[in-house]
């Protein structure tokens, strides 16, 4: 089964630096990758996806990058701010199983400080 | 935005007890399912549930665990007997369709002692 590798376990960054988390993956069949955010007691909130006819997609001040060959994608944050400190999951999905499965990383924490 | 309710946010149960934790998916969406998450670890699928049924379930959905959503109501996870593994934040999400944005609740808390 798909198996998806976060490679940051912590990330600390200054407010107003990017920050960027990469994930890797293993199922080829994967086509959706989402991102979702943790806060303390808090649910994840869906922050953006990518899916996989694209290699690039920006909402705001976030950017999610698609490396098909690679089996990579990654999240970068521009101008981090205070509120961005979370935890941070990625995700994968095989949208053309019957599911909707998702299989997650291991999460990042982030971390920015003014 | 469209929010998953889970109740309750945290239990204690007594090792060989049943628990049944609830969910109230968003209104309209037709897919749910539960995530397991033990502390420091990433979240693992357990299930899955469409039109009544179980449509994908885990190795970590043990035959102790069952799941059904009857006449539209909450989404149950039934664990009975429970276990002490058992204990881990149990997260319920749902979506309109398996190709669409997946919606989180806030998970919760069993402990199992």
């Known amino acids: 089964g798909e198996k998806v590798e976060q490679h940051e376990s912590t990330l600390s960054v200054r407010e107003g630096d990017s920050a960027v988390i990469n994930c890797t993956y293993t199922?080829?069949?994967?086509?959706?990758f989402p991102w979702y955010k943790q806060e303390a007691g808090k649910s994840l909130h869906f922050v953006i996806d990518i899916r996989s006819n694209v290699d690039r997609k920006q909402s705001q001040r976030l950017i999610v990058l698609l490396d098909k060959k690679a089996k990579r994608f990654s999240l970068h944050i521009t101008a981090t701010q205070p509120e961005d400190s979370a935890i941070y999951f990625c995700?994968?999905?095989?949208?053309?199983?019957?599911?909707?499965?998702?299989?997650f990383g291991h999460g990042t924490i982030l971390r920015v400080h003014p | 935005g469209p929010k998953v309710l889970q109740i309750p946010s945290h239990q204690i149960i007594d090792m060989g007890q049943m628990v049944t934790l609830n969910c109230d998916p968003v209104?309209?969406?037709?897919?749910f399912y539960w995530y397991k998450q033990i502390l420091g670890q990433q979240m693992e699928f357990l299930v899955n549930?469409?039109?009544?049924?179980?449509?994908?379930k885990s190795k970590l959905f043990k035959d102790q665990f069952s799941v059904e959503r009857p006449d539209g109501s909450y989404f149950t996870l039934k664990i009975q007997p429970t276990a002490l593994e058992d204990s881990a934040v149990y997260f319920c999400a749902s979506s309109l369709g398996r190709r669409t944005e997946v919606f989180f609740g806030k998970g919760t808390r069993l402990t199992v002692v």
């Open positions: 209104s309209n969406h037709l897919y």
């Open positions: 199922d080829t069949a994967s086509s959706y």
């Open positions: 995700a994968a999905r095989d949208t053309g199983a019957n599911t909707g499965k998702l299989t």
């Open positions: 549930f469409y039109n009544g049924k179980v449509m994908e």
